[in-house]
């Protein structure tokens, strides 16, 4: 069974930092492109990154380049999330989301959620 | 970027009868080798979301066989031909041809 537990969310102040921790299990993480997306209280969903199978190919929304580093280990079956410079607009739901076996969005397991907190 | 716009963004439903949300992209979600990354996602309350179908018509596994989705190129539909109390929730569209990938506002799906 697959399974995806996220992990790291908390209340953390303007201009902090959090590194959210992705447990994945029931498949061969390796062989798979990984995501993180968001979910602000009371709204919709909102893509926040990608990493390849190998971790070689990363990418960002707009919105959080160059703050945010997504990162993979392939030996403890974990995705992480860096969040660095954290706003009030951070405040979220992240989502741990299996992709596919291409670069393509097959998002076809999503984890329960963390919830990240930004406030003074 | 594209974007995804679905209708009605709240749909007030009676049990047993039928529903259908539409999605539109602002460009083809077609590669050229004719896969399209077109997928539904309910949301039900309190619960993360799950996929229900994806490359526009194919059912995941479990998911009940009075979901279905259709269209092609920019439009999409998702129907429920006999909605039933465990449907309430929120339903996504989302693509995942394009860079940066994207969701639709999402419905709200009533009893």
């Known amino acids: 069974e697959v399974q995806l537990v996220e992990s790291g969310g908390g209340l953390v102040q303007p201009g902090g930092s959090l590194r959210l921790s992705c447990a994945a299990s029931?498949?061969?993480?390796?062989?798979?492109?990984m995501h993180w997306v968001r979910q602000p209280p009371g709204k919709g969903l909102v893509y926040v990154s990608r990493?390849?199978?190998?971790?070689?190919?990363?990418t960002y929304a707009d919105s959080v380049k160059g703050r945010f580093t997504i990162s993979r280990d392939d030996a403890e079956n974990t995705l992480y999330l860096q969040m660095n410079s954290l706003r009030a607009e951070d405040t979220a739901i992240y989502y741990c989301?299996?992709?596919?076996?291409?670069?393509?969005?097959?998002?076809?397991?999503w984890g329960q959620g963390t919830l990240v907190t930004v406030s003074s | 970027d594209v974007v995804m716009t679905q209708s009605p963004l709240s749909l007030p439903v009676t049990l047993g009868q039928p529903a259908s949300i539409s999605c539109r992209s602002s460009q083809s979600l077609v590669l050229s080798d004719g896969r399209t990354y077109l997928n539904w996602l309910q949301q039900r309350p309190g619960q993360s979301p799950r996929r229900l179908i994806y490359?526009?018509?194919n059912r995941d596994s479990g998911v009940p066989d009075r979901f279905s989705g259709s269209g092609s190129g920019t439009d999409f539909t998702l129907k429920i031909s006999r909605v039933e109390a465990e449907d309430v929730g929120v339903y996504y569209c989302m693509q995942g041809t394009h860079w940066p990938y994207s969701f639709g506002q999402g419905t709200k799906l009533e009893i």
């Open positions: 029931g498949f061969t993480f390796s062989s798979y492109w």
């Open positions: 490359k526009v018509s």
């Open positions: 989301v299996r992709g596919g076996l291409t670069i393509y969005g097959d998002f076809d397991y």
């Open positions: 990493i390849s199978f190998d971790g070689t190919t990363t």
